[in-house]
Structure formats: C-alpha cells, structure tokens
C-alpha cells in the first residue's frame, strides 16, 4: 500500500550517520509514512552527506565554526529546515547542543535517539556509565527533543542484557543493533498518527509498530 501524504523529515547528523542509514533504508518502502527529504550536518567533512547524496536525498553542510555563535548558527539550521518545509527533525548522531530559541521553534517536532534507557545515563559514555553502575539491562531510547539535556518525553525504547566480561565497545555494539530498529518504527509511529504528545507524555493508538515492523494491536 502506497501512502499518499506522508511527512517531510530531516536528518542531522555530525558523523558517518549509521542512523541516519537506518531511516533512509526504512523510508524506501512504500507503506513507510515518511519520507527523507534532507540530511544537514554541522561537519562539512561528515561521512553521513556521501552516503545521503548517494542515496538521492539532498544534503547541506552547515560548518558551525563559521558562524559567530550558537544562536547564528541555530539560525541559518532553521531557515534551511523551513525552506525544504520539514514537519519532523531527527537527530542522529547530531554532537551540538541547541540554544533554547531553536528547541522552542521546533517543540513537538524533532525526536532524538538516545543511547542509554533514559532517564538513566544522559549526556556522552553512556555505555562506559552502565558498566560503572553495574546494571544487568542497558538499552536506546527515543525520544522528544526539550531544552533540557536527554529529558523529553520517550517515545520507545529497546534494552540488550549487559553480559559478564561486556566492555564499553561490546555493549556498544548491540545496542547500535537495537539503535537501528527501533528509530525507525520509533519514526513510523509518530509519523502515522499512532503515537503523539499529550503535554509532557507520549500516548498511543490502539495499533503501534513493533521495532521489526510488525503492527500490534493493543487493548484500550
């Protein structure tokens, strides 16, 4: 089944954007609600442009060295997100932190993924931060993007067992296993209807989407 309107998304990302591929790869089904219409970067030297360019979606390298400050920065970022009529932001691997004017004009419409079970382990060497606290479960999470640091509202997580003799690698990579799952069907359900906001909590339809793509049907 085609869908016929679907959301105009935007990625950010500062690296080789694995997440960003993730979503890109999701996209191209014909029943997937969204669509990839631009991949921008604060790193014109970015892995993750080539990859987006080669996979036919346009892209823009913002170098944020080359503007005055955050805010000016923030700026121009948003008048590009505004000129390809973006309705949804996602952060993948995005390494800059907004200034508060940015975040407000894009409230309710920008999602990052997050690789830790928020609300544990905010911030960077999340995995080096489980393995510190000795937890047996660890995980990714989606989630709004607020002004506060890895705080808005969770939209989905997936968790791995930390396994004896797990290092920070390790345990890195089979969350970036799950990581590349569950954005996706994170993206899938807000983009569809079936998952949005209520003030400071994401609610559900009576059908969501699995990380593996499969629908579910869950009782009221």
């Known amino acids: 089944m085609t869908i016929s309107k679907k959301i105009r998304v935007a990625i950010l990302i500062s690296g080789r954007g694995s ?3 993730s979503l890109i790869a999701a996209a191209t ?3 997937y609600p969204a669509e990839i219409v631009l991949v921008a970067s604060n790193r014109p030297d970015a892995g993750g442009l080539a990859a987006a360019a080669a996979a036919g979606i346009p892209t823009r390298a913002l170098d944020h060295k080359a503007y005055p400050s955050r805010a000016a920065f923030d700026g121009a970022l948003h008048a590009e997100l505004v000129a390809a009529n973006i309705d949804l932001v996602c952060l993948a691997g995005f390494m800059r932190i907004f ?3 940015f975040v407000e004009a894009w409230a309710g419409r920008m999602i990052n ?3 830790s079970l928020l609300p544990l382990f905010k911030g960077v060497h999340t995995h080096e931060q489980a393995l510190a606290a000795g937890v047996r479960l660890h995980g ?5 993007v607020v002004p506060e640091l890895d705080a808005g509202p969770i939209v989905a997580q997936a968790a791995v067992p930390v396994l004896p003799g797990d290092d920070a ?3 890195a990579a089979r969350i970036l296993v799950e990581e590349h799952r569950l954005y996706p069907a994170a993206l899938a359900l807000i983009a569809s209807g079936h998952a949005r906001l209520d003030g400071d909590r994401v609610v559900f339809s009576d059908t969501v989407r699995r990380a593996d793509g499969a629908l579910l049907s869950l009782r009221e």
């Open 19 to 21: 997440n960003m591929a």
């Open 113 to 115: 993924i997050h690789p």
């Open 29 to 31: 089904a014909a029943d």
């Open 140 to 144: 990714c999470t989606v989630h709004y």
């Open 99 to 101: 200034s508060a004017g």
């Open 169 to 171: 690698d390790a345990l």
